[in-house]
């Protein structure tokens, strides 16, 4: 499975942002989508991830995030409203067939290049 994920630009706090990430392969409805994001000189975490339809989010982004998944298309999205400083990261994109859910990064067999996402003040 190939991901490649785009959406990431420059924007103000306070502002919205929807990232996609779309995954090569014919069994995508299969697969956990998850994101995750790393900022500069700190670990990769937890963003969001999806199922068969139950979508789970990391408490930082609870309330603000939505993910959400077009399997027809193969795509997964990560909408961002109410964005803050902290949330300037590379976001990244990552599938697994393996586990019903996880938001465990070591768990997920594939993943993308990334997508910077800058918020400024």
């Known amino acids: 499975v190939q991901l490649v994920e785009s959406g990431g630009r420059l924007v103000q706090a306070g502002g919205s942002l929807r990232l996609s990430c779309v995954a090569s392969?014919?069994?995508?409805?299969?697969?956990?989508m998850g994101w995750f994001r790393q900022a500069p000189g700190k670990e990769r975490e937890f963003v969001s991830a999806?199922?068969?339809?139950?979508?789970y989010y990391s408490d930082s982004v609870k309330g603000r995030f939505t993910i959400f998944r077009d399997n027809a298309k193969s795509t997964v999205y990560l909408q961002m409203n109410s964005l803050k400083l902290e949330d300037t990261a590379n976001y990244y994109c990552?599938?697994?067939?393996?586990?019903?859910?996880?938001?465990?990064?070591?768990?997920?067999?594939?993943w993308g290049q990334g997508t910077l996402v800058t918020v400024s003040s």
């Open positions: 999806i199922s068969a339809g139950i979508a």
């Open positions: 990552a599938a697994d067939d393996r586990f019903p859910t996880t938001a465990i990064k070591y768990d997920y067999k594939y």
């Open positions: 392969g014919r069994t995508f409805s299969r697969y956990l």
